[in-house]
């Protein structure tokens, strides 16, 4: 089994259209959906997804899981939902009783009524995505994860790592440290080539090795997660390019920590049900 954890699905050919991509998108705007995504991972051996929002509109939560309940490929769903507003916690009810529904994308003011919220997530056993991507939204983010050990958090997208080859900088490396201390805290090896300075992407495994030795450094064999960022990560390189590249990283780590990375972690952090 091999769960890829970050996919975007979207059509902009539904009679609402889509918020995102955007037409001048060329590459992106297209229809994307579970037959597309195992063309391209299916040949890497990938068996299901952990699908994570594309779009702002809440009924859009209920597209994904009309769609999950038709393809079983879709093992569990990160959507979004209006935080920040009195429907927060209907929306939580509502989409917390699909069993494919597994937590949600958002970052917000931790003063400002967040953190009731994120106590409100725990309390449905569902998971917070998010991409800390600044000082302040790392201090929040170690903050979060300190104060609600319950939560399950997952950072997306190598915590916007820069990425050339070279030692990791030195705050971003810090940061995963500090949050890989936090036994509730998960990474996500999402957007790997995006974050790469050389572009199109390199597909040696050499040039991400720092970088990808530093978040194993932090987080070990039991919190690492693989994700795509599919169809986006197609920007950098192709999708076997990226895939390649961690099969080879974890591999060398032996078949326990490849077996872990590639999807017993992400059953510990996501909880999807049998199906």
């Known amino acids: 089994m091999i769960i890829d954890t970050h996919t975007h699905f979207y059509d902009p050919t539904r009679p609402e259209g889509v918020p995102w991509p955007s037409p001048d998108e060329e590459l992106l705007y297209r229809t994307v959906l579970p037959e597309h995504f195992l063309a391209e991972a299916s040949p890497c051996g990938v068996t299901g997804t952990v699908v994570v929002e594309a779009a702002c509109t809440v009924e859009d939560n209920q597209w994904i899981l009309d769609m999950a309940d038709r393809n079983p490929v879709i093992v569990g769903y990160v959507g979004r939902l209006e935080s920040g507003t009195p429907r927060f916690a209907e929306q939580v009810e509502r989409f917390a009783a699909h069993p494919v ?77 500090a949050a890989g201390a936090h036994g509730n805290v998960y990474m996500k090896v999402s957007a790997l080539t995006e974050k790469s300075a050389e572009q199109p992407a390199p597909g040696d495994v050499g040039y991400y090795r720092p970088a990808l030795d530093a978040m ?15 169809p986006v990560c197609e920007r950098a390189a192709p999708y076997a390019t990226g895939f390649g590249i961690v099969r080879e990283y974890f591999d060398g780590r032996g078949a326990e920590a490849a077996g872990r990375f590639f999807w017993k972690n992400a059953r510990d952090a996501y909880e999807w049900p049998d199906r």
Request: charged fraction near 25%; charge should be negative.
């Open 101 to 177: 529904f597994r937590g949600i994308r958002a970052w917000g003011d931790l003063d400002g009524g967040f953190l009731d919220e994120m106590k409100l997530l725990a309390d449905h056993n569902l998971v917070l995505d998010c991409v800390p991507a600044d000082d302040e939204a790392r201090a929040g983010f170690l903050r979060l994860a300190r104060e609600l050990p319950d939560l399950t958090l997952v950072i997306e997208h190598v915590a916007n790592a820069a990425i050339d080859g070279g030692p990791p900088d030195p705050d971003w490396a810090g940061f995963i440290e």
């Open 216 to 230: 194993w450094n932090a987080f070990g064999g039991e919190r690492l997660l693989y994700g795509s960022n599919w």
